[in-house]
């Protein structure tokens, strides 16, 4: 199994859930350290950014003759910068693009064409609900995972009659580092204040990670297309 963005939130998680029901894992990020650290069996860590398709393919190839074939794929990585349309440097719509919608274009093309002709495979694909709905200072995070959600859904109607599952997991807001890439503290000051009418309980990553699993458990002809998860009390 792949799982992108394993450094740290829900990719660090599910890497853990995972290593401990017995899969072999290829940990991608750009932050080695962390994944190593984790001293996991049968994994093999690699500082890969998913912008580098080359990179990405080089990594997979190299976990399959290691360990075989890739069965699953989890596209997690992920960057979150939240700002003023009108006030927001250009080039932080560049970077959600480049990261959440060509990186997990990336994932899938390492591993589809494998996946396909062994007539089996899963791609989980890590959306939000804001690939749902809109949110104030998200329209270019909106616009990347109403991205993720449409691809998907395209992407399972075309491998479905191959036997590959397709799986949205959409989380609400998750206590992860996410928040920390948005360079405005008054929209951070502002998510600590939504946080609190919550009761100040939002989902964990290891949440994310049981709906991942969940999700991926399932025999192979049982494909659950998306799973929506957010905190009872986020009401947006």
Not at 96 to 108: A, I, Q
Not at 207 to 218: E, H, L
Not at 226 to 231: F, N
Request: charged share 20%; hydrophobic share 45%; with cysteine.
């Amino acid at each position: 199994m792949v799982i992108t963005g394993a450094s740290s939130g829900i990719g660090l998680a599910t890497a853990k859930l995972l290593s401990a029901k017995g899969h072999a894992l290829l940990l991608l990020a750009r932050r080695i350290e962390r994944m190593t650290e984790l001293n996991l069996p049968n994994t093999l860590c690699r500082a890969v950014d998913v912008t580098d398709r080359n990179a990405f393919t080089a990594a997979v190839k190299e976990a399959e003759q290691k360990f075989g074939p890739v069965d699953a794929l989890v596209n997690n990585a992920g960057v979150m910068l939240l700002g003023n349309i009108e006030q927001q440097n250009p080039n932080e719509w560049d970077q959600m693009l480049d990261v959440n919608v060509k990186g997990l274009l990336n994932g899938v093309h390492a591993v589809t064409e494998g996946m396909m002709a062994r007539k089996a495979g899963t791609i989980i694909n890590i959306s939000s609900v804001a690939g749902r709905k809109t949110f104030p200072n998200h329209v270019v995070y909106v616009g990347t995972k109403f991205a993720v959600h449409g691809m998907s859904e395209n992407l399972r109607e075309e491998l479905s009659p191959h036997n590959v599952r397709v799986v949205v997991i959409a989380p609400g807001a998750v206590e992860t580092e996410l928040l920390s890439h948005t360079t405005s503290d008054a929209i951070k000051t502002g998510y600590q204040a939504w946080k609190q009418d919550m009761g100040g309980k939002v989902l964990s990553p290891e949440d994310v990670a049981n709906a991942i699993d969940f999700a991926y458990s399932q025999p192979q002809y049982v494909c659950i297309r998306e799973i929506v998860l957010a905190a009872t009390r986020q009401g947006a």
